[in-house]
C-alpha cells in the first residue's frame, strides 16, 4: 500500500447518493456511489476524487451501515483518482474500484490496477467493448459492466459468449423492469443495477394483511388537517414496537436531549408534531410493506417526498402544494412494498384526487411529469432529467439543490430509525 498522501477537505456542497445493486436472488448485493453538487455549473455527479474523499471522510452518513451489513460500495475513479492513489481512501475488501476500458491504457495504470486488486479491493468495468487489447483489463475485473439495454435475451446471450475466460461477475445497469431482470438473469448476468426493484411484481399480487389496513387507517389519521395528538399518543403507546422505536429514534445523537423522556406525550413535544408525522410516516411503510427491498425502498419514498416537496417550494409560480407533492412522492412505491394494485391502495388514502390519479399514473395526470423527473434524477439519468427541466421549465440549480437536500434528509431519517437495514441471509 502507498505512503499516505495528505488528503483535501471533504467539500461541503456535495451529498453521496447510491444506486442498489441486486444480485441473482434479487438479494442487495451492495452500491454504487455518486455524489451530487450544489454548484449548478458543474456536473452532477461531480469529479470521482470529490466523491471518494466524502465517502473516506465520512461526511457519507450512510457508510457505516453499508460496511457493517457487509454489503459493497462501488465508486468510478478516472485517470487522475487512479494515479493519485484516491481509491486507497477506502477500506478494501468491501470497496469495488470501476474504471472506463480507456482508462486503462493510460501508462501506469494496469500496474496500479493490479497493485489495487492484490491489496483486496475489487476491480470494476464501467462498459464492455469486447476489443482485444482490453482482455488483461477483463482477466483483472472482479466486475465487468455489460450492455443490455434494448437487447433480446439471444442477443445477450451472443454477448456473453464473447467474454472468455473470465471469472469476472457481470453486471447489467438499467435493468427497468422485472421481465428485463429475468431475461438477462437467464442470460447468465448476476448482478443487476436499475429501477426493476422498484416495480410491483405483478404476479405476486397480495390482499393486504390486516395488519396493513390498520397501519394505513393511522396513517390516514396522522395526515388530517387537526389531528387528534392525545389520541394518536394513546394509540403509539397502546403498540409496544413503535413506542420502542420512537424511543429509540429520540435517543439518537442528532437530538441530543439532556433530558429523560417520561411518557409517549412528552416524546411527541419534545420532539414536535412536524418532526413526528414525518417519522411516523416512514416507520409506517416500513410496518406495512412485505417487499424484499423494503429499507431501500423506504429510503427512495422518503428521499422522493422531500424533493418533489423542495421543487414544489422552490417554483410555487406552479401553484402546487409542496406537502401534498411530498405525499406523492412518500407513497408512490406503495404498490410495490404492499404488493398490492394501487388502485386499492388508494382508497385508503386521505389525500386529493389528482394525487391519486398520479398514484395511479392516471393519464395526462398533471402531477406525473414531476415523478418521472424525480425517478430520472435519482437514477443518475442527467441528460433526461435535463431535458424534463427544460420542458417543466424548472431552474436547473434550485432541482439539484433540492435533490441534495432530500438525499440527506431521507439517509437520516431512515438511518436514525433503524429501518437502514437488510436480511443478509
Given amino acids: 500500500m502507498p505512503e499516505d498522501k495528505s488528503m483535501p477537505s471533504p467539500a461541503s456542497s456535495v451529498s453521496i447518493a447510491r444506486q442498489p445493486i441486486f444480485d441473482q436472488n434479487r438479494r442487495l448485493w451492495g452500491y454504487e456511489l455518486f455524489c451530487v453538487g450544489e454548484d449548478p455549473s458543474a456536473t452532477p455527479d461531480c469529479t470521482p476524487e470529490n466523491t471518494a474523499i466524502n465517502v473516506a471522510a465520512s461526511a457519507y452518513m450512510g457508510l457505516q451501515q453499508i460496511l457493517k451489513q457487509g454489503h459493497k460500495i462501488m465508486l468510478n475513479f478516472d485517470e487522475i483518482g487512479i494515479l493519485d492513489d484516491m481509491p486507497y481512501a477506502l477500506p478494501p475488501v468491501l470497496a469495488a474500484v470501476q474504471v472506463d476500458e480507456q482508462v486503462f491504457l493510460r501508462p501506469t495504470i494496469p500496474e496500479i490496477l493490479a497493485r489495487l486488486k492484490s491489496d483486496g479491493y475489487l476491480i470494476a468495468v464501467s462498459g464492455f467493448s469486447g476489443e482485444r487489447q482490453f482482455e488483461p483489463l477483463y482477466r483483472l475485473a472482479d466486475i465487468i459492466a455489460v450492455p443490455v439495454i434494448g437487447k433480446q435475451k439471444a ?32 442470460a447468465g448476468v448476476t448482478l443487476f443495477e436499475g429501477a426493476f426493484f422498484k416495480q410491483p411484481d405483478t404476479i405476486r399480487v397480495r390482499k393486504m394483511t390486516s395488519s396493513a389496513v390498520s397501519r394505513l387507517q393511522l396513517l390516514k389519521s396522522i395526515e388530517q388537517q387537526d389531528p387528534d395528538i392525545d389520541g394518536l399518543a394513546e394509540t403509539i403507546q397502546s403498540d409496544a414496537a413503535i413506542s420502542f422505536r420512537l424511543l429509540a429514534y429520540l435517543n439518537a445523537s442528532a437530538f441530543g436531549f439532556s433530558q429523560k423522556i417520561k411518557s409517549i406525550h412528552h416524546a411527541i ?23 424484499a427491498d423494503t429499507p431501500d425502498l423506504l429510503r427512495l419514498s422518503a428521499q422522493r417526498g422531500k424533493f418533489l416537496e423542495l421543487v414544489a417550494r422552490h417554483h410555487d409560480f406552479w401553484g402546487f402544494d409542496p406537502e401534498s407533492l411530498h405525499l406523492l412522492g412518500l407513497f408512490s412505491l406503495l404498490d410495490t412494498m404492499l404488493g398490492t394494485p394501487m388502485a386499492d391502495i388508494v382508497t385508503f388514502l386521505p389525500i386529493e384526487n389528482k394525487i391519486k390519479g398520479a398514484l395511479r399514473r392516471d393519464s395526462n395526470n398533471e402531477y406525473l411529469p414531476l415523478v418521472r423527473l ?32 432530500a438525499v440527506e434528509w431521507a439517509n437520516q431519517l431512515t438511518s436514525a430509525d433503524g429501518v437502514d437495514r437488510h436480511d443478509t441471509d
Fill in 155 to 186: 442477443e445477450v446471450s451472443t454477448l456473453l459468449a464473447t467474454i472468455h475466460d473470465v471469472d469476472a461477475k457481470l453486471l447489467a445497469r438499467r435493468v427497468d423492469e422485472a421481465a428485463a431482470f429475468d431475461m438477462v438473469r437467464e
Fill in 374 to 405: 424525480a425517478q430520472c434524477v435519482e437514477e443518475a439519468r442527467w441528460e433526461d432529467a435535463g431535458a424534463m427541466m427544460q420542458q417543466l421549465n424548472l431552474d436547473r440549480a434550485k432541482v439539484t439543490a433540492a435533490f441534495k437536500d
Fill in 269 to 291: 413535544r419534545l420532539l414536535g408534531w412536524p418532526k413526528l408525522k414525518n417519522w411516523l410516516r416512514v416507520v409506517l411503510l416500513n410496518d406495512m410493506s412485505q417487499a
